[in-house]
């Protein structure tokens, strides 16, 4: 299996752990506010093969307490459950970065105990989805499916939404509120441009903007924060 990918060490990941993050090449959507362009269509050159994380994960057994997974889309890597099998059996807690478009996959992932923490983006209300994802049209279904696996399950989790001054607006923050009430975690966080974003011409939100979209949610769901705002 390729990884496309490693950061060492992190203490901002994975809630609560020191952790390695492993990238993954390959989306199937294409956010024009992506941090990870270069991933997205798997072409990318691998930076390791499966056997050398397994040999990085031996040497920090001790120094890391956890491995999250992100890419692109991890969860369209085929073998990510046996190579979580072989992280999980290393002793280390998983966290896993999804954009929800694969619940069976995801499904499979949390009845098989293999993963401890998921993270699931929340592009937009529903009907500006498609546009917030790059996408022409897209099947809300799976994404909604893997969100009420989540809201209704017993793996520990958080939702987050990238929040971009040109594609997210007051009645983004109405609908998704009624759409994952009471969720245990939902983390706002800011856009932030840099020159690999793959669409010039996006800004982050202010601060104030953020806060009063907080205010709009937080009767839905208290737990929601902000995230890349002081
Ligand atoms: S889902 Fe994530 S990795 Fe895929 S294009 Fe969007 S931001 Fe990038």
Request: aromatic letters at 8%; glycine letters at 8%.
């Amino acid at each position: 299996m390729k990884i496309h990918g490693l950061q060492k060490m992190t203490l901002l990941d994975f809630p609560g752990r020191v952790a390695c993050t492993v990238f993954f090449g390959g989306c199937d959507m294409r956010c024009p506010f992506c941090h990870n362009a270069e991933l997205l269509d798997g072409s990318a050159p691998a930076v390791m093969e499966e056997e050398e994380l397994i040999t990085f994960l031996k040497k920090r057994q001790g120094l890391l307490d956890g491995v999250a997974f992100t890419g692109g889309e991890p969860l369209l890597q085929k073998d990510l459950p046996e190579l979580t099998k072989r992280v999980r059996d290393l002793g280390y807690p998983v966290k896993l970065d999804t954009n929800g478009t694969h619940p069976e996959r995801l499904g499979r992932m949390i009845r098989e105990g293999l993963v401890q923490y998921v993270a699931m983006d929340i592009k937009n209300s529903p009907e500006r989805y498609a546009e917030t994802a790059g996408l022409e049209k897209l099947d809300m279904q799976p994404i909604r499916e893997s969100a009420s696996m989540l809201l209704g399950g017993n793996v520990d989790y958080e939702f987050r939404t990238t929040t971009v001054a040109e594609l997210h607006d007051d009645s983004s923050f109405e609908q998704i509120g009624r759409w994952i009430r009471g969720a245990k975690r939902y983390y706002l966080q800011r856009f932030t441009d840099r020159d690999t974003v793959p669409f010039e011409g996006l800004h982050a939100p202010t601060e104030e903007q953020m806060k009063h979209w907080a205010d709009i949610l937080r009767p839905e769901i208290p737990a929601v924060e902000l995230r890349g705002v002081d």
